[in-house]
Nanobody, 125 residues
């Protein structure tokens, strides 16, 4: 079992930045590929970014490329999402997710076995 706790969300003006953190506990964090997803009211949960177990591979949704950066610190059991140049359409609840087993990154919600409770990001225009 893996427990994931997100933090770092908040209210920011368009063009601003936020850094989300996801602290993991309960198992060996370094064996899990990790992902960030988001869900806006009335919309389906969508992929934002993912990172491989050792951080050597990262994947991004097209709409965040060049603006968001995913990273991880296995010594701290934490994955981060640095979000720059935020837009009002980035407003959503952001979720951290972990894959069980030695799998690569994935953009599918079905590939992830453990989820955090989410952190709200609101970008004002």
């Amino acid at each position: 079992q893996v427990q994931l706790v997100e933090s770092g969300g908040g209210l920011v003006q368009a063009g601003g930045s936020l850094r989300l953190s996801c602290a993991a506990s309960g198992r060996t964090f370094s064996t899990s590929a990790m992902g960030w997803f988001r869900q806006a009211p009335g919309k389906e949960r969508e992929f934002v970014a993912a990172i491989s177990r050792r951080g050597g591979t990262t994947d991004y949704a097209d709409f965040v490329k060049g603006r968001f950066t995913i990273s991880r610190d296995n010594a701290k059991n934490t994955v981060y999402l640095q979000m720059n140049s935020l837009k009002p359409e980035d407003t959503a609840t952001y979720y951290c997710a972990a894959r069980d087993g030695l799998y690569d990154t994935s953009g599918s919600t079905y590939a992830y076995d453990f989820w955090g409770q989410g952190t709200q990001v609101t970008v004002s225009s």
